[in-house]
Each structure stands twice: as C-alpha cells, then as structure tokens.
T-cell receptor, first 111, second 114 residues
Framework: GQQLNQSPQSMFIQEGEDVSMNCTSSSIFNTWLWYKQDPGEGPVLLIALYKAGELTSNGRLTAQFGITRKDSFLNISASIPSDVGIYFCAGQSAGTYKYIFGTGTRLKVLA | KAGVTQTPRYLIKTRGQQVTLSCSPISGHRSVSWYQQTPGQGLQFLFEYFSETQRNKGNFPGRFSGRQFSNSRSEMNVSTLELGDSALYLC?????????????FGSGTQLSVL
C-alpha cells in the first residue's frame, strides 16, 4: 500500500531535548496532518496544515507545510516522558477524500 | 462533544467467518472513512463515505465493504476472513472548517483472525 516516507523511523532522546521529524511525498498535497498514537489507541490529531509555508504551533509542538507541498516537518521542543509514542504524518491531495499516512516515527524519551 | 465511537473494541474470529464493525462519528460530521493498520503495512485507506455515498475506495479486495446510514453512522464488513485481515481497524470522521479538513479517529477495533 501507499505510505509516505517518514524519518527518522525511531529515536531515543533525553528528557528536555528537542525533536525533529519529517515526511516526504512524491505527490503534491493540499493538507498535512500530524498525529500521535499510543499503543492500542487511535491516532490523536496534533496539528493541521493547509497552506504551503504555513507554520503552526500547538504548545511545545510546531509543524510546517513545506513550500514544495511535498513535505512537512514536526518539531517537539523540551521533550517530556509523556511524549513517548508513535508520530504519524498524513497527507491529502485535493479532491481525493483519502489520506496517505507516513511510516511513523517511534519516539522514546529517557528521563 | 463525544468523539468517534467504534464498536466492538476487540473481536476474535476464525478464518472464513465474516465480521461487521460499527462507527459513530462526531456529532455533525458527515464524512466517515475507514483505515486498516498493521505493523507491516501501516495505516492504509479502505474507503470514505459522505452523505451515504462512497466517494473513494482503497486498494482492498471486494471482501471489504462498507456503508453509511442517514445519521452518518457507518459500518464496514469483511467477508470470508483471512489470517491477514488481523489488524486494527480505525474509523475517522471529518469536518471541513474555515481553512480545511480535520480528521478525527476512534480508538479502533482490534480484529484477530485465527
């Protein structure tokens, strides 16, 4: 099935460190969504992006819609233990009514 | 406002059986989509419904089907279950806001096929 390239695949970081992850696509998207998923639960929406170049924050999280419309970035500042989980990006092309998801970034925070 | 509700939460079936999963969207949301999540394939789009009409369908065999009712609730059905159908099935509802669409997921139905 279709998946977006998301990197890094996993990362261990120390509490208090900043984290960066990104998603790339071969297609142009008009919407990028970022999610966090805990084990056995559904993904929870973190940030939504709709315009190329857009930069949006949600607390310690900041995401950007790439200017080429083929990539997006998520940054987490001053990580805390509860940031542990899997982060997914999702992109949608205009008029398709479906989202393509990234392969996920598994984040582990060492206290 | 209640979130997306999926039932049942867990399901165990045997090969050859069929299964029906249910999804109640967030009140006011008219679009419902379904995704299959497995460790190997990640999150894969199954289909999307809006006002009881399927607007898009993913690359899954015809054994996977869905429908949406007039109250926006949705069901998906998998017939002749195979071992490979074991997965977390996620339902999402969405609403277009001022700038664009936001997709909200339920907790999923964990299906195990034995």
């Amino acid at each position: 099935g279709q998946q977006l390239n998301q990197s890094p695949q996993s990362m261990f970081i120390q509490e208090g460190e900043d984290v960066s992850m990104n998603c790339t696509s071969s297609s142009i998207f008009n919407t990028w969504l970022w999610y966090k998923q805990d084990p056995g639960e559904g993904p929870v929406l973190l940030i939504a992006l709709y315009k190329a170049g857009e930069l949006t924050s949600n607390g310690r999280l900041t995401a950007q819609f790439g200017i080429t419309r083929k990539d997006s970035f998520l940054n987490i500042s001053a990580s805390i233990p509860s940031d542990v989980g899997i982060y997914f990006c999702a992109g949608q092309s205009a008029g398709t009514y479906k989202y393509i998801f990234g392969t996920g970034t598994r984040l582990k925070v060492l206290a | 406002k209640a979130g997306v509700t999926q039932t049942p939460r867990y399901l165990i079936k045997t090969r050859g059986q069929q299964v029906t999963l249910s999804c109640s969207p967030i009140s006011g949301h008219r679009s419902v989509s379904w995704y299959q999540q497995t460790p190997g394939q990640g999150l894969q789009f199954l289909f999307e419904y809006f006002s009881e009409t399927q607007r898009n369908k993913g690359n899954f065999p015809g054994r996977f089907s869905g429908r949406q009712f007039s109250n926006s609730r949705s069901e998906m059905n998998v017939s002749t279950l195979e071992l490979g159908d074991s997965a977390l099935y996620l339902c999402a509802s969405s609403l277009w806001g001022g700038e664009g669409e936001k997709l909200f997921f339920g907790s999923g139905t964990q299906l195990s096929v034995l």
